[in-house]
């Protein structure tokens, strides 16, 4: 099989090459495409030792920006990374998936025009996993492609998150929680408590109502919310480990014996920067879609490429859109895409 690697779509176009290129010593059992400007993409690669027979180059002549509409720059910027790489997603069978560090409205764009919907899938949604305090990962879903949505759209979120969460981590029934204000079952906006009844009677273990407060817990498996709400969790809870840090480091700062004290506790520290830091998660995956999107941050280092490029791998590997088909194939009536119109 063959993975994409959009090559322009992030900060640090080197540091993405550099990891599609090491996640090749994984694994045997595919190769890259990297997909950008082929000037670049060579003399990186001049850099690096790699096996060039697991190694193409499919040239591109645009960029597509933030500043850019998405959906416009998806149809007319024809000879850009992120549309190249799409176009060649969806022609080739042995091409199982794509990575990109670009425009987040782009790469989403793109995937709902380029690929679309896996069929059941009333909208596919963004799956970041996080670290937990139990040493886990937590998924969290929608977290910022759907803003406005239906109880069905996060009844399927849960199924697409307990699929990917099998796949990813090996748990055969993840915990599911819905994103609320209360633990409560009378808890919740109008969707929430809307979406309550039907999760009950989905073939899911779904636990209930759950507050941002436990988000890295490692109480839940899968949290589903709405884009919006979703997102801001998700700022909220990369903000709050950033200040954090902040305020740890800045009071190591303050006196000397807390300088001497961070002498003894300074592997403890280190082992939290490095549960914490984003770029060890690899990416967000793009769930619902006919083939697997990773979208890493436009900033990533080599190792989240590497990570993404092993995302994908073990969604392929796994089966995922045939279990997930299968899965929704069960579920209760009305409980289809069409119900979500």
Do not use: W
């Not at 989905?202 to 589903?224: H, P, T």
């Not at 709405?226 to 190591?252: H, P, Q, R, Y």
């Not at 989240?304 to 194939?329: P, R």
């Amino acid at each position: 099989m063959k993975i994409i690697v959009d090559v322009m779509g992030g900060d640090k176009p080197q540091e993405v090459i550099k990891g599609a290129i090491d996640s090749l010593f994984l694994s045997k059992d595919f190769s890259i495409i990297l997909v950008g400007n082929e000037e670049l993409i060579t003399a990186t690669l001049s850099t690096l030792k790699y096996d060039s027979a697991r190694v193409e180059i499919l040239p591109s002549t645009e960029d597509i920006s933030c500043s850019d509409e998405p959906t416009v720059a998806i149809r007319k910027k024809t000879e850009s990374s992120l549309v190249k790489s799409y176009d060649l997603l969806k022609r080739e069978e042995e091409v199982v998936g794509l990575i990109s560090a670009g425009s987040t409205g782009a790469v989403l764009t793109g995937g709902f025009m380029k690929i679309g919907r896996l069929k059941g899938v009333s909208r596919p949604a963004l799956a970041p996993a996080l670290p937990t305090l139990t040493g886990g990962k937590v998924l969290l879903i929608d977290s910022g492609a759907n803003v406005d949505c239906k109880p069905i759209n996060l009844c399927h979120f849960a199924l697409l998150g307990s699929a990917y969460y099998r796949a990813a981590f090996g748990v055969e029934r993840p915990r599911v929680a819905l994103l609320c204000n209360g633990t409560e079952k009378e808890k919740g906006n109008a969707l929430v408590k809307a979406a309550y009844p039907l999760m009950e009677q989905m073939d899911i273990n779904f636990v209930g109502n759950m507050e941002a407060r436990d988000v890295l817990s490692g109480k839940y498996d899968v949290i589903v919310a709405d884009g919006f709400a979703g997102n801001v969790a998700l700022k909220a809870t990369e903000g709050g480990v950033v200040t954090l840090l902040k305020m740890l480091k800045s009071g190591i700062k303050s006196s000397f014996r807390a300088k001497i004290g961070y002498l003894f506790l300074k592997p403890v520290f280190t082992e939290l920067r490095k549960t914490m830091d984003i770029n060890g998660q690899g990416g967000a995956v793009l769930l619902g879609l006919k083939k697997p999107v990773v979208k890493v941050h436009g900033s990533a280092t080599a190792s989240a490429v590497t990570i993404a490029v092993s995302q994908i791998t073990t969604l392929a590997n796994f089966g995922y859109n045939d279990k997930l088909t299968e899965a929704l194939s069960s579920l209760p009536e009305g409980f289809g895409a069409e119900s979500a119109v």
